[in-house]
Nanobody, 121 residues
Framework: QLQLVESGGGLVQPGGSLRLSCAAS????????IGWFRQAPGKEREGVSC????????NYVDSVKGRFTISRDNAKNTVYLQMDSLKPEDTAVYYC??????????????WGQGTQVTVSS
């Protein structure tokens, strides 16, 4: 079965850090760009970050630039999202998704089930 599985979410205080992982099973991520998305209650889903299949290209939504870092380890078939200096407005369910080669706004073929991130004191 082809699937993506996110992990690493949880409850953290403002200013804290979390590292999310997106692991693939049933297929290799070598040819896939991976995007991280999030959806807060009552809000539309938004793209947070993306990394190309080679890892040579990354992008971030303005609200997380300088705080989040996306990376990948193809040997482990896993993509990471390091989240530092977390703010309450980062609270959301975070999803990873895969599309062929390059980052984009749509055409993500595989999605994970999501992991909850809650930033609160």
């Amino acid at each position: 079965q082809l699937q993506l599985v996110e992990s690493g979410g949880g409850l953290v205080q403002p200013g804290g850090s979390l590292r999310l992982s997106c692991a693939a099973s049933g297929f290799t991520l070598d040819y896939y760009a991976i995007g991280w998305f999030r959806q807060a209650p009552g809000k539309e889903r938004e793209g947070v970050s993306c990394i190309s299949s080679s890892g040579g290209s990354t992008n971030y939504v303005d609200s997380v630039k300088g705080r989040f870092t996306i990376s990948r380890d193809n040997a482990k078939n896993t993509v990471y999202l390091q989240m530092d200096s977390l703010k309450p407005e980062d609270t959301a369910v975070y999803y990873c998704a895969a599309r062929m080669f390059w980052c984009g706004e749509d055409e993500y073929n595989y999605w994970g089930q999501g992991t909850q991130v809650t930033v609160s004191s």
